[in-house]
């Protein structure tokens, strides 16, 4: 991936995201302080923030989903309730 080479020619997705890192790696003498390339690198590779927010989303949309249900449920319920009386 770092070679700036990607799977179909060209440029490789996240090697501008590498190209940052390195320069930031190469400039200081602490490393811990290009902590920030380095995640963004790893985000470009991996996504796992991005499939950890789609999995929150996911989780919130099925509870929206069944609350929904339960309401619908819980509404048809009071209308054969009061058609019958």
């Known amino acids: 991936m770092a070679s700036g080479f990607g799977t179909n020619g060209g440029r490789g997705r996240c090697f501008p995201f590498w190209q940052e890192f ?5 400039g200081v003498d ?10 963004d ?3 470009c590779l991996y996504h796992r923030k ?7 989303v996911e ?3 099925l ?6 249900k339960g309401q619908a ?5 009071d209308s054969l309730t009061s058609a019958l009386r």
Not at 22 to 26: D, H, L, P
Not at 73 to 77: A, R
């Open 30 to 39: 602490n490393p811990k302080e290009c902590k920030n390339q380095y995640e």
């Open 73 to 77: 449920k819980t509404e048809i319920k």
């Open 50 to 56: 991005e499939l950890a927010r789609l999995a929150i």
């Open 59 to 61: 989780q919130q949309w």
């Open 63 to 68: 509870k929206n989903k069944t609350e929904e």
């Open 22 to 26: 390195a320069k930031c790696y190469a």
């Open 41 to 43: 690198y790893q985000e």
